[in-house]
């Protein structure tokens, strides 16, 4: 059937499945919100405040849900708009569909009126973009757009397309999106080789990173860490792939690991790391990482294996696949001393915090009660982000949304409408600082305008928490730019914005205000006032070995 360039763009998105888009219009994607228009029983389009606030949403969808987000913006400033979501994505591995319209052809390099070459700016942030000038190709550029974002390790994709493709006309046939195919890429030599280190090891980990999530993998990796009777730990993006209220399960690894984490991993002697790809915030010092062990690395990317952390042994594959190979050759193992150092360190090193006064923990704790470990939970970054993974119980995979790779302040109230989105049925929470909160509170507007039942926490402590952490623990106090002593309150601006707001200054004032905004089904922000000097321990100084992890009783010791 003839139809017009945008008639095709929203037939393509049917045909892959898509029924939530994120966006923003503009001059030269008209013709693409028409044909939305005339398909919106079918797409259902949520304009966000801000082209940036789109990105991050369709990121969140595809995080709670496991499929593809999509956003889509204009040319120039709003093409533009959307980098910094489309960078936080592709540092994750979040599969997310960018479609933006550009200028005619015949203006293109012209210095026209928002004109950008946003393919250009972005080819260092996606896994591919696409600058689409012929309408004979408009069809399937955008299928293999898809089909990219997902195979291997998924990512963003960029489709930009002329406005006068999105006008012309030409034949459109549908087609069945083609499945995802993943190749093993090791061999049976490798895996015997895989299968010796796990026979030999005495003292093994289990390091759990964002593949797993990715890969589908939770009741893999349950069964694997089962068979090897090993200790697990998780990077901030693994959370939820291992159930954070087995005994087995150690907590967060890295700078803000924890101390169990931290030393059984530097103690163990053999490291199995599963979908990870060792950043310097969970690596610490790389020549003193897992100092005594062996590596056994299973990633789906090839160019993640030696790329920051050695490997002994390393099989490139998807790892539901390689977890499920491995599963059926794994004997039973047994390491009953290791396990019961380990489990005997996590008596002796508790998370532990101070409860005379309201805090983030506190809150995270109430909210892990309230919600029974069951909520999906979204962050912005800083101290909250590291409280979050630390006191919420995260037992299901797809429940914590954070920006790990790129750290983007600002991302998690987009995403916490995008997941809500994706997944109605469950209670979705995001957690922010007051300097996060700051850069895209304007999406409150986009809950209240489509009656989106999401709850924004933010935590004000009036300071940006985590610089200012650095700077009184590397700085000598000298806070440079962190002090946000204003008068925006941040009640009223809610409330502005058609959201319910409930200010909380005490400890016995948080779980009726977190029981209220569940009951409200509406959007709702509850401010939390906390202490401006509160800190995040454990803590590895940067640069050093995450077997040298302090907590506030360390701090003082040193200091006396």
Request: proline residues 4%; aromatic residues 8%; hydrophobic residues 40%.
């Amino acid at each position: 059937m003839q139809l017009t360039g945008a008639e095709i763009i929203v037939e393509c998105l049917k045909e892959q499945g898509v029924d939530t888009v994120f966006g923003y219009p503009g001059g030269t994607i008209l013709n693409v919100y028409d044909a939305l228009y005339k398909h919106q029983d079918e797409i259902f389009h949520v304009l966000t405040s801000h082209e940036q606030g789109a990105a991050h949403a369709a990121d969140g969808y595809a995080r709670a849900t496991g499929k593809v987000g999509v956003c889509m913006a204009t040319s120039g400033p709003g093409a533009t708009n959307l980098v910094t979501g489309i960078a936080t994505a592709y540092m994750d591995s979040i599969p997310v569909v960018a479609i933006t319209a550009n200028v005619t052809l015949p203006a293109l390099g012209k210095d026209s009126f928002q004109e950008v070459d946003i393919a250009g700016v972005t080819m260092p942030i996606t896994k591919h973009g696409y600058i689409v000038k012929d309408i004979s190709i408009l069809a399937d550029t955008l299928r293999r757009a898809f089909q990219i974002a997902v195979s291997g390790r998924p990512g963003p994709v960029l489709v930009d397309v002329t406005k006068d493709v999105t006008a012309a006309v030409y034949e459109y046939t549908p087609k069945t999106p083609e499945q995802p195919v993943y190749e093993k890429k090791y061999n049976a030599r490798e895996l015997e080789d895989a299968l010796e280190l796990l026979d030999k090891a005495e003292k093994p980990f289990i390091f759990v990173g964002g593949g797993a999530i990715l890969s589908g993998a939770a009741k893999q990796v349950k069964e694997f860490a089962a068979r090897l009777n090993a200790p697990v730990c998780d990077s901030l993006m693994g959370k939820g792939a291992f159930d954070g209220n087995h005994p087995l399960y150690t907590g967060m690894i890295g700078m803000h690991g924890t101390k169990t984490s931290n030393l059984g991993v530097s103690e163990c002697d053999l490291l199995v790391a599963l979908g990870a790809r060792f950043s310097d915030r969970v690596v610490g010092n790389a020549k003193k990482f897992a100092a005594q062990a062996k590596i056994l690395h299973i990633d789906i990317d090839a160019a993640e294996i030696n790329k920051n952390i050695r490997a002994d042994v390393a099989l490139v594959g998807d790892l539901k696949d390689v977890l499920e190979d491995i599963n059926e050759r794994l004997a039973q193992k047994s390491h009953p001393e290791w396990t019961k150092h380990i489990i005997e360190m996590k008596k002796r090193y508790p998370l532990s915090y101070d409860g005379q006064n309201l805090s983030c923990p506190y809150v995270i704790q109430e909210l892990d009660r309230i919600t029974e470990g069951q909520a999906v939970v979204t962050t912005d970054v800083g101290q909250h982000q590291m409280w979050a993974a630390q006191y919420y119980h995260y037992t299901a995979p797809r429940t914590f949304l954070s920006s790990g790779g790129l750290g983007t302040m600002g991302y998690g109230l987009g995403a916490c409408i995008g997941a809500k989105m994706g997944r109605p049925d469950k209670i979705c929470v995001n957690i922010a600082g007051d300097g996060c909160f700051r850069m895209n509170m304007n999406e409150l507007a986009t809950a209240s305008r489509y009656h989106i039942p999401i709850i924004q926490i933010v935590m004000n402590n009036h300071v940006l928490g985590m610089v200012r952490q650095w700077q009184t623990l590397f700085y000598d106090h000298r806070y440079s730019q962190t002090v946000l002593a204003d008068k925006v309150d941040f009640c009223r601006v809610a409330e502005g914005l058609g959201c319910m707001a409930i200010r909380v200054t005490r400890k016995e004032e948080v779980a009726p205000a977190i029981e209220k905004a569940i009951a409200a089904s509406a959007p709702v922000l509850i401010e939390c006032v906390i202490c401006e000097d509160d800190k995040v321990f454990p803590m590895v100084s940067p640069g050093a070995a995450i077997d040298e992890v302090f907590d506030g009783d360390d701090l003082a010791g040193r200091q006396a």
